[in-house]
């Protein structure tokens, strides 16, 4: 497999992954609308529409490098895997105290291989 192949594989992945990110996303801008956080709602916003405009290039180049793998390659295959992920975020405020939160989450994804020889 070339890394163009490899690549096909991979943007498909980062596009399904992409809109996993952006259905929590979505709830968590309803919670924050249910809250009356709108600020906070309305920067969620904006990141699922950015997060759109990164999926509109991801296709973009997907579709440069042969389109979707799909049924008709000749050995395909697919295997659920985790994603593991760990995100460290430090607050500092203006009253001159801070705190860290630490976040963890992981992800389950079907993964499709494409094989050709």
Sequence with gaps: MNNVEKLRVLLQHWIDHNKGHVE???????????????????????????MATVNAELGKALHEVGGSAGAGDQEHHHHPHTHEHSHDHSHDHHDGHSHDHDHAHSHSHDHNHDHKH
């Design 24 to 50: 929590e996303f979505e709830n968590w801008r309803k919670l924050m609308t249910d809250d009356s956080q709108e600020k906070i709602a309305g920067h969620i916003t904006e990141a699922i529409k950015l």
